[in-house]
């Protein structure tokens, strides 16, 4: 692999792919600036940071459960931030040539945010995230998109407490299931059949810090002391 314009003060948290060849992997700001990349070859990746949105003050991304980016057809893609005054989505619809930034309910401070995103289309998707700090256990939260993630709403309250580290669609290519499974850093995992209006707690499923589904019939939590836990709906 080769990197063009590499920044050495950037960290990647996450990175989705469209096909094997085509990607993005995203960056915590660097002076106001996201050192964002994208791949188009499977070789060379290419600074994409003049393409980016500007940053707030201290803007990033979480890298707890790999999931602050999620791809979804042939060009569009999500980036879910905090750590600023306003927990954000970075949407882009053309590949990463251009991308906006759009707010979201979640809390925001230099501990909390958006930590996760998920779409089950290119208009239709979920965000997930919360508070680092033990002091805040109950800022879990969760809000929906149906425009393609223009404009977010808060789903009712998943039953989990501390941050959403993870979540993900129980669906394979093509299933438009609304079906969602979060898992909270500390604070349990759950699930909703209808995309945040009805949650469901997992009992005793703690401690998994990213979940993804192959199918429903077929997905995994991972989480601390090398636990890997099949789900299936």
């Not at 993900?168 to 290519?173: K, T």
């Not at 009805?198 to 199918?215: C, E, H, I, R």
Request: net charge negative.
């Amino acid at each position: 692999m080769q990197f063009q314009n590499q920044n050495p003060a950037a960290f990647y948290d996450c990175f989705a792919f469209w096909t094997p060849n085509r990607g993005i992997s995203h960056s915590d700001s660097v002076d106001g600036v996201f050192p964002d990349l994208r791949i188009t070859d499977g070789v060379n990746w290419q600074d994409i940071s003049g393409n980016m949105p500007p940053a707030l003050p201290g803007e990033g991304s979480f890298a707890a459960s790999g999931t602050c980016v999620a791809t979804r057809g042939g060009q569009s893609a999500w980036i879910a931030t905090g750590a600023s005054t306003t927990a954000r989505v970075l949407a882009t619809r053309d590949g990463g040539d251009t991308s906006e930034a759009y707010d979201t309910p979640l809390v925001s401070s230099p501990s909390a945010g958006a930590f996760t995103v998920a779409f089950r289309n290119p208009w239709h998707g979920i965000v997930g995230g919360g508070d680092l700090d033990p002091s805040f256990p109950n800022n879990a939260a969760t809000a929906t998109s149906s425009d393609g993630g223009a404009t977010w709403t808060l789903t009712n309250a998943p039953p989990v407490t501390g941050a959403i580290f993870g979540l993900a669609y129980a669906q394979g290519a093509g299933n438009g299931s609304r079906t969602v499974v979060i898992t909270a850093n500390a604070g349990g995992a759950a699930w909703t059949p209808d995309e945040g209006d009805t949650w469901f707690s997992l009992p005793g499923v703690t401690g998994y810090w990213a979940v993804a589904f192959a199918s429903p019939q077929a997905g995994w939590l991972v989480g601390t002391g090398g636990r890997i836990l099949k789900i299936s709906f």
